[in-house]
């Protein structure tokens, strides 16, 4: 990849393809996921963008990294932002879920039984009364 205007394309394309996933993503865990894939260093479409800076020739080198780098920053607070709005829905939806009603009745407690020192005298009673 020597040219940038190839990087540019990819990197509208790597843009495109970011914001119209993470409109579909419903939980923060497939976030983390698709973040993953992006923007991992080994496996990662922008973690491979940085591997080909080896290609690039010298003078271009300055101007690749700080494209690279500007799509990285710009990802990584897209995900947050998504990350943030799906991990406070999830919240809310389990403090929902777990929340008590205390206008309820309370559940009466069962009946227990005597203590067994209790027990024996009450038999010594019967036994000598």
């Not at 790597?14 to 496996?43: F, G, W």
């Not at 799509?71 to 829905?89: G, M, P, S, T, Y």
């Amino acid at each position: 990849m020597a040219d940038l205007n190839e990087l540019s394309s990819k990197l509208i394309a790597i843009k495109d393809e970011i914001t119209s996933r993470l409109n579909d993503i419903a939980s923060s865990k497939a976030v983390y996921e698709y973040r993953k894939t992006l923007m991992d260093a080994k496996n990662g479409q922008i973690g491979s963008l940085m591997k080909e800076m080896g290609k690039i020739p010298n003078e271009l080198k300055a101007e690749y990294g700080k494209k690279v780098n500007e799509i990285k920053n710009w990802a990584q607070a897209q995900f947050d932002a998504v990350d943030a709005r799906l991990k406070e829905a999830e919240m809310k939806k389990r403090y929902e879920s777990e929340s008590i009603d205390v206008t309820l009745p309370s559940v009466k407690p069962a009946k227990g039984n005597l203590h067994p020192n209790t027990q024996v005298r009450n038999q010594k009673v019967d036994i000598f009364g």
